[in-house]
């Protein structure tokens, strides 16, 4: 790691006047899910398993860890902001149960729920989570998620998407007005100045939409950060390779159909591709104790890192440390901005 990178990014980090963080606003819509993790050890050792409980009539499989907890990209990012200090705001729409859900597990964190509708349906996503190779399978109900459109937002909406400093939309995979709300959001906020940053999550089930969502958000002027993956990037231009080079070759080919800035993860590497690229290596964690929640930090420290003017290593650096500090965590606890600036200090 570079050395000196760390050391402007922790008097960076230790220069922000922390009285000032709250008066920032950010607001994240529109899913949120109850997450159920199940810790496995393979995928094979698992279908082995199963496929003789099944054999011999169903029974139990037991002695496997699974925790509750909050899920979706846009209540995630939402906490994960509101725990670095950000006035954070959710808007989604749920059921009377999964707003206890939120109470309990953001409210308490101080992300502001007032833009929660509990008319829907509970969304929910059981992780299988598999420790040999750090990877997961989702099994997902989108619950209300799958139909959240522009025109569920209500007066009191309206007014929190035009005060706020950043304004995200994410999830539009699993919402079939994905591309509409995410126009005509950033369409409606951009009139106040406000910038924009969209991540559509695993866009395969809906790669018939692809096309349309390029058309109408990706090329549209109004959005100015495009968080992305690397199983992501795959499906929005032509991968010639997995290399680091070959992936910042295709992010740069990318890059030319569209003016907002794209903000790229991987496992090994991050990269900001604006004119030119900027790059900065992940860091290493002597144990990981999950995969799922890490692109929602990331995504969350990246849009902190823009807020307070961060340099662009700077701020990919900052990401990578804050989604390494989450999956690093044994318990599923975004970090705040002390813990952070702990970790920078102990790698110095």
């Known amino acids: 790691m570079d050395q000196s990178l760390l050391k402007r990014l922790e008097r960076t980090v230790q220069a922000l006047d922390r009285r000032n963080i709250a008066k920032s606003h950010v607001v994240m819509l529109p899913d949120f899910f109850v997450d159920h993790f199940v810790s496995l050890e393979s995928a094979k050792k698992t279908s082995t398993a199963i496929d003789m409980l099944v054999k011999q009539g169903g029974g139990n499989l037991p002695g496997i860890p699974q925790q509750i907890s909050q899920g979706g990209n846009a209540a995630n990012t939402a906490l994960a902001l509101a725990r670095l200090g950000v006035s954070s705001h959710l808007i989604c729409r749920t059921d009377q149960f999964g707003m206890h859900c939120l109470q309990f597990f953001l409210g308490k964190h101080q992300v502001d729920l007032s833009g929660v509708k509990t008319t829907g349906k509970l969304a929910i996503t059981t992780a299988l989570e598999f420790q040999k190779t750090h990877t997961n399978v989702m099994l997902g109900d989108p619950g209300s998620v799958a139909d959240f459109s522009f025109g569920l937002l209500d007066s009191h909406d309206h007014d929190c998407l035009r005060s706020s400093d950043i304004v995200g939309v994410v999830n539009w995979n699993l919402n ?3 591309t509409e709300l995410a126009q005509k959001v950033f369409e409606s906020v951009k009139k106040e100045g406000v910038k ?19 058309l109408q958000v990706l090329r549209n002027p109004r959005l100015d950060i495009f968080g992305l993956n690397e199983n992501e990037l795959r499906y929005y231009s032509t991968i010639k390779e997995h290399s680091q080079e070959g992936l910042v070759t295709a992010l740069a080919e990318l890059k030319k159909q569209m003016s ?8 090994r590497f991050s990269c900001s591709m604006g004119s030119t690229p900027t790059i900065v290596p992940t860091v290493s964690y002597p144990k990981i104790y999950r995969s799922t929640g890490a692109g929602d930090t990331w995504n969350a420290a990246d849009l902190f890192a823009e807020l307070f003017g961060f340099e662009d290593d700077e701020r990919l650096l900052f990401a990578n440390i804050a989604a390494g500090c989450y999956i690093s965590s044994h318990e599923p606890i975004h970090p ?10 102990k790698m110095l």
């Open 260 to 267: 907002a800035r794209i903000d790229f993860h991987t496992a």
């Open 176 to 178: 079939s007005y994905g």
């Open 196 to 214: 924009t940053f969209f991540d559509s999550g695993d866009p395969s089930p809906r790669v018939k939409d692809i096309h349309k969502l390029i």
């Open 336 to 345: 705040t901005i002390d813990t952070i600036l702990n970790f920078i200090k």
